[in-house]
């Protein structure tokens, strides 16, 4: 149990150093993870709306307004690192954290059953 | 009396082989009983006594009385048997077994057009009293009777009776004259003239093959004719290609001078090989490629025309107006010899000189579309039963040309070109060959007549098959089952849809980029499956059923719905992108179940998903926009239970 715990402490740490490549092989183990521990879909969808919605022109205030969002999901320690993401990454590195976000949400309706 | 006709009826007793309680109805005949059989069905055909027991002496003891006054002709024929029976087995289980080559092999061991092979012979050799031609009527009647039986199956399966009977008989012929026989094959290069031709009538294609075909009989026959040697024992198998002949190293100087004059009729480049034949070993003696001379080149200016098919100079006193434009003869020739040989059976003749229907100017010979005294060669074009052969006592060609039917827009093409190709380069080239000549076309058209409802052949010979049908669903279904079973010879399939005129061209154009694979291209749809990526569909189905339940239904559906997520695999450069449609691919895995109420994957099964789809991410789009197609012709199931060969 102490392994699994560990690979969501694991994933986000990776995050948080910006090594991507790294953290995407965890994906499909934390979505399996939360699956176990009966997280519902919504929060995963709605932070994976919001990480999408960082592509393109985003200001300063709505940075800090998709930061807010993400911190209330209460997906810990996920949406807590990827808020703190949020306020800095842009072009490949932004990109990268929208797909592993994307991948997280698919791999998690896939365990889940595909709500 | 000569050894040539001993040589063509010595193995006559191994149809015997064919009716087990004939074959098993004289036990007290321990050695070379086809021998024995073969001397009783001559002598109950009404055969000289002295054949009958000549041919019951090709093998065994000879009686002195015989051996005193035949020796010469038991000697070569023995000989020229030792020559070509380097495949020889034991002879002494009868069988059912059709000759089989490569793979292929008809449904049962019958005559050539269908009827039995012993009643065939008796029909066809019975009438032989007082008959002007009876070498010619015997060739005929052992390859309607014995083109799909098997020489010695002990051996394998693969060597014709009629080839074995007519290979012997020809090295006979060339021992009998004191010759070194050899082996020539011939291939010419004729479709490239359908390449540069602006073909607005699709009958261009049709009847490059008879020209071809009746040219290179023709060039072969002349070449046999004035070295004193009778085409038919010498011609073994003929394409519109290729020809396979046994004949006296000392004639082939004579073949290649034919040969050349023929490639400045048809206007195209051919290639003569030459082997020994050593006791089944066929060694190269020589290769020889012939270019015809360009015909452009040598007009003077002032006297020059342009052909409107082929677009070559042309001499005006060799023009030809017609209601088409200006032709050159051999473009004039190609154009109407369908007209004399469509459809219907057709009897012809080779002779030599100018007048003919389809002519061959610098070659000096013709064809004829009736029954000649004293040609060259002579034959029944697409007999349609066994009865015609024994009636015509002709020897039987099968290359059909058909008509056009302006209402069925479906285009097939089936080639040929890779078993021929590899039944030359492997072991006995000249029987193994001959025998996939004799096959090829029975094999390709009851196949698809079988399959396919409304279709007619525009051309089948042994190169290759191409038929016109009115429903394109028909079409891709039999083709995708001749894929599954790769059994009926095809190298590629191609199906396109459109206007005759145009497609014609554009499909035999487009058969010449596939035709060394095996392979099913869906031109319009710009689908192209592999014989290979259909093995690995049914694999990839066959193994999800093992943890997933209805995995059959499922994965068609999940292929269809993923055919865009696809090209994002060939797009993945990085973990996270493989990862990504990893995920995606999953997903939709569980969303169409869901979604077409099929069962739902339990956890344990979704893991063992994961895994095989991670191992198999790289074929994917292969394997899914394979079973996309064959979900959509309704095929699944045919590749799911097809008996991979």
Known sequence: MQIINNIKEKFCSLLQEKKFDEASLFIEDVAKKLVEEKVPSSPLRRMRDLVVSLKGEVSSVDRVYIRSELLGLRLEPISGTIANLCLTLSGSDLEKLIKIVQSLENFFRFYSGGE | MDSILIALLHDIGKVYRYYPELWEGFPQVKKHRHAYFGKLLLLQLGFREEVAELVRYTHGEIPEEYKEKYEEIISVVRRSDRIDSSFRGSERAPTSDPVSILGLKPEKAISL?????????????????????????????MKEATALLTSDPQAGQDISLFVHAMATASIASCLQRGYKPVLAHVEVNAEERSQFATIERAEYLSGLQLYSYFGLLAAASKALYLMGLQPYIHIISATPLHLALVIPQESCGVLEESLNLLCSDLGCKASLRVRAIEDGDFRRIYEKEIIPPLRRASLPLSDRRTCRYCGEGVQQTHSIETTDGILCASCFFICHAPKFFIGATKTFSIVLGCDGLITYKNLEASVVNERREGALLRGILNPKSSEEVCESGLIPFDIFVGPLIKDYETWLLISCKKVLLSALAGKSPLHRFSTAVLLLPHLLYKEMRKSIKNCEPIKFDPTSLILQIREKHEAVRAALRCLHRGDIGMSSILIKRGHPGITFRKLMQESRKIEDKEVLLLKDEGVEILRESLRDARAFIQDLQQFIEGAA?????????????????????????????????????????????????????????????????????????????????????????????
């Open chain 2, 113 to 141: 057009h269908g009827g039995d092979p012993l009643e065939t012979i008796k029909n066809g050799l019975r009438t032989l009293k007082g008959e002007k031609n009876i070498v010619e009527r015997i060739v005929a009647i």
């Open chain 2, 553 to 645: 239904n499922l994965v068609p559906k999940v292929a269809i719905r993923s055919l865009e997520i696809l090209p994002e695999i060939y797009a993945a450069e990085e973990s996270i992108d493989r990862i990504l449609v990893k995920s995606k691919l999953l997903l939709s895995f569980v969303v169409t179940a869901r979604d077409e109420g099929l069962p739902l994957i339990s956890q344990r099964p979704k893991e063992k998903l994961s895994a095989y789809i991670a191992e198999k991410i790289e074929k994917l789009p292969i394997i899914f926009s394979t079973i996309a197609t064959l979900y959509k012709y309704k095929c699944v199931e045919d590749a799911l239970n097809a008996d991979h060969k």
